[in-house]
């Protein structure tokens, strides 16, 4: 073997040896990369460096090939590998930091806008509520709702509550028709109350006005009687009790303008000269009558009765010859002249002008008497 031939198989051997410690060396290597990707994934750092991490696998990869056929190839880029993998650690940790700093700033800022929100939704709430609120005119319907308004306006603006415009709309507008149709009815009820009250005080003053009214007995029974019938009456109706009165007016009426009927006689007879009884009510044909009695002491007489209904019958008796006449003539136009009584409808039922049975009794079935 010649010198030449000789060196070149050192040389040839060494490169072997060279490459076999390279690939030993760079493979402990490769291993030692792969580990700190592993705990980079332990550690919950891989995903603040994605990006690196992945461009190092690829190397990683490409050095694993070379290690097969270049193993001074696969050094070199090993080299390469650990430049960057070395500081990927610290720059993980880093990410994170600004990563949590991130989420802590957007936290805040969600948390920001949604008290931002939160106050524009219950401005706008707030605004809906009191709109609706002052949509309530009728204030006893309102009166009537409160404590379901108060338990609805807790559950609006309460915590975590999503209600929304529509809804409190929606839910206002129902309670309000709800208690509005209520305040209806309870008015309706109170009116009916009130009515009943104003009737029953009504039909009382009547009673009371036909217990002091000195009407005739019989007259004041019915009336009474009429009376309490429409008192026990729950269902009494207005021109029922409006009828009760008119015939009340005009019976109570009718016995003022009688008592001064019969006052007005009893005065004319006085100033014409007669001694007058005191005037006595008495029945005749079911008729309540006032007979006013009088005389002279020549013994002429003069009596009147007068009926509820406006009737008068006078008769004047125990006369001779025109002294009747004369006397009719002191109290007749004295009842007219003084008192305003207008005695109309005359008919004469029975007269003796000259006196033969010294009685005349004339009958005016009307008296009407002025202002």
Not at 230 to 239: E, I, R, Y
Not at 324 to 329: G, T, Y
Request: hydrophobic share 35%; charged share 30%; with cysteine.
């Amino acid at each position: 073997m010649s010198a030449i031939h000789e060196r070149r198989y050192r040389l040839q051997r060494e490169r072997e040896i060279a490459q076999a410690r390279v690939r030993e060396t760079t493979t402990q290597y490769l291993e030692r990369y792969q580990n700190t990707l592993n705990q980079l994934d332990e550690q919950g750092l891989t995903p603040y460096v994605e990006t690196e991490v992945a461009q190092i696998i690829r190397l990683l990869t490409q050095m694993q090939s070379l290690l097969r056929t270049d193993a001074f190839a696969a050094r070199e880029l090993s080299l390469t590998i650990g430049q960057r993998i070395y500081g990927l650690r610290a720059l993980a940790r880093d990410n994170q930091q600004i990563e949590i700093e991130n989420q802590r700033l957007e936290a805040l800022e969600k948390q920001r806008q949604l008290v931002e929100k939160r106050r524009q939704e219950h401005t706008a709430l707030e605004q809906a509520w009191q709109g609706n609120w002052h949509k309530w005119t009728d204030k006893l319907a309102r009166n009537l709702a409160l404590n379901e308004l108060s338990a609805l306006r807790q559950k609006v603006f309460a915590e975590g509550s999503y209600y929304t415009v529509e809804q409190i709309n929606q839910d206002m507008n129902k309670i309000q028709q709800h208690y509005e149709q209520l305040a209806k009815q309870q008015r309706e009820s109170q009116q009916q109350k009130f009515e009943q009250l104003a009737t029953q005080t009504l039909l009382q003053q009547l009673a009371d006005d036909v217990k002091e009214g000195q009407l005739p007995l019989a007259e004041t029974q019915q009336l009474q009687t009429d009376l309490v019938k429409l008192m026990d009456d729950t269902a009494v109706s207005f021109d029922q009790v409006k009828s009760m009165a008119q015939k009340t007016d005009k019976a109570l009426e009718d016995e003022s303008i009688r008592r001064e009927m019969v006052k007005a006689v009893y005065q004319s007879l006085q100033n014409a000269g007669f001694s007058v009884l005191k005037p006595k009510r008495v029945k005749e044909k079911d008729q309540d009558i006032v007979i006013i009695q009088a005389q002279r002491p020549s013994g002429n007489q003069a009596k009147f009765k007068i009926e509820l209904d406006g009737k008068v019958r006078y008769e004047f008796d125990n006369y001779r010859g025109q002294t009747c006449k004369e006397d009719m003539q002191k109290v007749l136009p004295r009842l007219s002249e003084v008192y305003g009584v207008e005695l109309s409808d005359e008919r004469v039922i029975w007269s003796n002008p000259d006196d033969e049975s010294q009685e005349m009794k004339p009958l005016t079935p009307h008296q009407h008497q002025r202002g």
